[in-house]
């Protein structure tokens, strides 16, 4: 059965409430889960996917409602702040999300979650990883995303889609994907849910669901936005996103509460800023943020997507270990967050803009001894691909960021010329390296 036509709000309280249900119970549970990294396009697509996907199941779907999952613990959302910009729009708050914190401990996962009673939808990411990956990967049955084919996930998945395409969001892909089955289910103008919602009183329903339909509209667009800089990063943009875009505005418009307020450049705005203003994280929060990590060739790899210049993070090292001068203080910071998480090879990816108002990259790679001829292969591989040009200092002249105190370990910073090439890019590079 259907989820009736509700707010998202609505919806994620009961998919909370029917995920613990389902885990007591030992019921099937479909989930809909994106990346590790759970940035906002995974955060939005997979809210968005389970969301339309419960309003509308396909008659042989795996069961008929469908959960969106953060692919975080839930102490870990403090560290998305464009999330708190966004929630306000969509009528949601954090404790309305359903994380990994919401199953049981991964020490007993198999046995509480059996595999036999999932199935498992990914968006964003085309490959389950880490726990999860070693448990379920054989209970995955359906994907879109926007990242290279990792040729893990079954030729046919019907009834639900098998959907991997460059673009600039996923989330334009789950728009164009979804459409049908929203556009269908807003030719309904009467809504037992919309009436309860409002004490059952006569009501305009089609203002109700209207509105419903602007915030997760908001939700979606938000990613789009974000992720291809207004529509504006040229080397991103795909037809899909303009039409996504496009498709979004046009729900929002339509509700009588947008009338003459929407402002699409300020809404961008706002969530460029929040998603920037990392200044009250600490380093390591910082580097785990946007967080994404493989296991290839026996060897564990890790990469850091950041959203400010190297000499940013030298500075709040120092801050954090004000005993030690700048180079020290990061090459602490550095091998302590390698240190945690065993890392062979780490590489961290800041994106920033200039004093001129230009987008620029730094990409930093460290290497342990049993990384380093995979650093070596993907320097030879990458230089040209990327534009890497070696980086002759750091913050200072005395404490620059090229050479780490400890001689044991290998590492190169660059200047990325070829700003157009994210980690979507880069990631599959130093995999095959260490492969």
């Not at 409430?17 to 990346?35: D, Y």
């Amino acid at each position: 059965m259907a989820f009736p036509r509700n707010s998202l709000r609505a919806f994620l309280a009961h998919a909370k409430s029917s995920l613990a249900f389902a885990i007591q119970e030992s019921r099937k549970v479909t989930l809909v889960i994106g990346n590790e990294s759970a940035d906002l396009d995974s955060l939005t697509a997979s809210l968005l996917y389970a969301y339309l996907r419960s309003l509308s199941p396909p008659k042989t779907g795996f069961t008929p409602l469908y959960i969106p999952i953060l692919n975080i613990p839930f102490s870990d959302i403090r560290l998305r702040t464009e999330y708190t910009a966004l929630f306000q729009h969509a009528n949601i708050s954090a404790s309305h999300l359903i994380t990994l914190s919401d199953l049981p401990p991964f020490s007993h996962l198999r046995e509480t979650l059996k595999p036999e009673n999932t199935r498992w939808i990914l968006v964003d990411h085309n490959k389950l990883q880490g726990v999860l990956g070693s448990i379920y990967s054989s209970c995955v049955h359906g994907v879109i995303d926007h990242h290279e084919e990792e040729h893990a996930v079954p030729g046919t998945t019907d009834p639900e889609p098998r959907i991997i395409q460059k673009c600039g969001s996923c989330t334009s892909l789950v728009v164009r994907f979804c459409r049908p089955d929203w556009d269908a289910i807003s030719t309904y103008s009467l809504s037992s849910g919309a009436a309860h919602a409002q004490g059952g009183s006569a009501i305009d329903d089609s203002a109700v669901t209207g509105a419903w339909d602007a915030q997760v509209a908001k939700l979606a667009l938000a990613s789009v936005l974000v992720d291809t800089v207004n529509l504006t990063a040229e080397h991103k943009v795909e037809a899909v996103d303009r039409e996504a875009v496009a498709y979004l505005e046009a729900r929002i418009m339509a509700s009588a509460r947008e009338t003459g307020t929407w402002d699409r450049a300020k809404f961008h705005g706002e969530l460029d800023a929040a998603k920037k203003d990392v200044g009250g994280l600490g380093l390591g929060d910082v580097l785990r943020k946007d967080y994404k990590a493989w296991t290839e060739g026996g060897m564990a790899l890790g990469i850091s997507s950041v959203v400010k210049p190297l000499e940013f993070l030298a500075k709040k090292a120092k801050a954090e270990f004000s005993e030690q001068n700048e180079r020290e203080a990061f090459d602490k910071a550095i091998e302590t967050f390698m240190g945690e998480r065993d890392l062979s090879v780490y590489a961290i990816m800041a994106a920033s803009t200039n004093s001129s108002g230009q987008f620029q990259r730094q990409l930093l790679l460290q290497a342990r001894p049993d990384g380093t001829s995979a650093a070596e292969r993907f320097i030879a591989k990458a230089t040209s691909e990327l534009g890497l040009e070696a980086s002759t200092s750091g913050s200072t002249d005395s404490d620059n960021l090229l050479k780490p105190t400890d001689t044991h370990l290998y590492r190169k910073v660059w200047q990325q010329k070829e700003v157009g090439k994210s980690r979507k890019q880069v990631a599959p590079l130093l995999r095959t390296a260490m492969s």
